[in-house]
């Protein structure tokens, strides 16, 4: 990526998320060697608060529109860089970025040029850096111009097709994105906007920030997608078990799995550096993450425990009138 000294810079990206396609969540031996995606290259592990993994970086070539919000024509020709990652043996991310800077010129230059700035993609335009990064969060439709999500896609895809995954799924999870646009200039102080879309699974955030805290941006949306991701899940989760219960079916088959496997990954932050915490404790304020984990988790708890009395009864029908 360039550096502070070509001005101000704009940089686009999108996360997916998902589970890992196994019945039980990895352990940290198998999911570094899932994660060698680039040969020689190393992968980029923790142990805690949660256990987390990074793969090396992998360099995907782009030419293509770009969005921009005033719809000024735009051609785009770089690359982009995309790497996974793996939380707690049991999410798995694909995340790509790329940095849009002017191409100075409307002719396209030989593969080399490109190759030689990895993660960059030179745009012909007149839009400025707030026009393309605005543009490109709204553009996150199922065809958006520089479809950085579907690199993400094919990198999620790569690792589930491991050879020693059971592709057993112990629940149902919706894949959910994150779509982020940094804007970066100067010593700026790191502030975000965060928008829910009207497809629940998008989320779009808008930072700003100094050039120097980008890889800190990064991984602050990546965090901001894994826990997004944790709600959105139990949220369905729960929907889940009502439907279960109307049709007389146990609900605890569809709730046990979460609290087993995904309520010990909830950690918000904790991979995030202290210059981005500030922006956590935004979100702690309002909506209130956290405050939401627990009333949902909270429900899952007393419906499992419920249940348990039931059964142990004997005598009170499922569900309670």
């Not at 793969?55 to 996974?84: E, I, M, N, Y």
């Not at 993660?119 to 335009?125: H, K, P």
Request: with cysteine; net charge positive.
């Amino acid at each position: 990526m360039p550096g502070a000294d070509h001005g101000p810079l704009v940089v686009v990206g999108e996360v997916r998320t998902c589970l890992v396609q196994n019945l039980v969540a990895l352990p940290d031996s198998f999911v570094v060697q899932m994660l060698k995606l680039a040969p020689g290259q190393p992968v980029y592990s923790s142990k805690r608060p949660v256990a987390h993994a990074t793969s090396p970086d992998r360099l995907t070539g782009l030419h293509c529109s770009v969005a921009s919000f005033s719809r000024r024509k735009a051609q785009g020709c770089g690359t982009a860089l995309s790497h996974a990652t793996v939380t707690g043996g049991r999410i798995l991310q694909g995340s790509t970025r790329a940095c849009l800077l002017p191409a100075g010129s409307d002719l396209r230059r030989a593969w080399r040029h490109y190759l030689d700035r990895p993660g960059v993609v030179e745009v012909t335009s007149r839009a400025d850096l707030e026009d393309l990064a605005e543009g490109f969060l709204a553009d996150h439709g199922h065809e958006p111009a520089l479809n950085l999500g579907s690199i993400s896609e094919r990198i999620i895809d790569e690792v589930q097709g491991w050879r020693r995954l059971d592709h057993g799924t112990p629940l149902r999870a919706r894949r959910t994105r994150v779509l982020w646009a940094a804007v970066l200039d100067g010593a700026t102080r790191p502030t975000a906007r965060i928008t829910l879309e009207q497809d629940e699974r998008v989320r779009t955030v808008r930072l700003n920030a100094s050039p120097g805290d980008l890889p800190m941006a990064m991984r602050f949306c990546e965090d901001l997608a894994l826990h997004d991701w944790l709600l959105t899940t139990v949220t369905h989760a729960l929907g889940q078990a009502d439907r279960a219960t109307a049709r007389g079916r146990d609900p605890v088959e569809v709730l046990q799995p979460i609290v087993d496997q995904l309520v010990p990954l909830w950690t918000p932050g904790s991979h995030v550096d202290p210059v981005m915490r500030p922006l956590w404790e935004g979100l702690e304020r309002h909506p209130g993450f956290t405050h939401q984990w627990q009333l949902l988790v909270a429900r899952m708890r007393d419906k499992i425990a419920y249940r348990m009395i039931q059964l142990r009864d004997g005598s009170r029908p499922w569900p309670p009138d």
